[in-house]
């Protein structure tokens, strides 16, 4: 599957999801349901915990990457945003973690092979996403104590490397490093992935994706796209970009920035417009559409497609759109690694 990887990246716009919370959100699951029979009698409560429904709903979960696939997408990202024992300490379930991200990915890789099999000159991917947890190692979270970290550099690398041999075990394409606020967090996971990779004789592709988190153009750490870039990369790398926190427009200038630095792959998936006064997102597919065709006027991505707020509605327009253009020129494979 990497060769068909390289392969399709070479030859066209690979078309990555659409947003996982945003699809679960119509289920609207009871307490209960996120529960499940399982669960039933844990005094903690877990409505909120989606990675939890690869285990007590996983029908659903298939269902969404299934209506993925269907819009036009060529990766789909497993149900594992949170599955880190750090994230997951939150509802005292860091004993599931292997798990959940065992499950989830056996749960993606079994629909990727289903429309694969109908479909074997569009191979379908699963990348393993690994999430930025909700700890920074860069930042104090104590105005009163700019030195505290609330969490270190080997507690992340231990974790991410959890999460990324349970994902691999589970038989993802490749790994997403994503929402990256704080690059020495990112710093961890890639190192953790690496060490993997090492231990198990694996050159698993590995994509990243920074968030740009405001009009500064700056991740939370306070890092450019510039700097974010030069930053990571030391690490043999399959794709760069950007996702979440911005719509498609406010995400072209930093995508300009990582598309004229590299040579690697890269990637765009922003959120569906900016959010209204509820927390919601008002972008039609249309529009967002429309927003993202510059990022192909200019050849800017290898890789599209949608977070926060986006449905298939958004990624089919999407991957109409994108079919009609070239993908942004790369060198050779070994270049990209």
Known sequence: MKDKLYSALQNRILILDGAMGTMLQRYQFSEEDFRGARFKNIATSVQGNNDLLSLTQPEAIATIHAKYFEAGADIVETNTFSSTSIAMADYHMEDLVYELNLESAKIATKVAAEFTAREPNKPRFVAGAMGPTNKTASMSPDVNDPGYRAISFNQLRE????????????GV???LVETVFDTLNAKAALFAIEEVKQERHTDIPVMISGTITDASGRTLSGQTAEAFLISISHVPLLSVG???ALGATQLTPHLEVLA???NLAVSAYPNAGLPNAFGEYDETPEQMASQIEEYLDKQLVNIIGGCCGTTPEHISAIAKIAATYQPRPLVSESKIL
């Open 260 to 262: 004229n630095r590299t």
């Open 173 to 175: 394409d490749l790994l």
């Open 159 to 170: 974790a991410y490397k959890q999460q990324a041999e349970a994902l691999i075990d589970g």
């Open 242 to 244: 950007f996702n979440c």
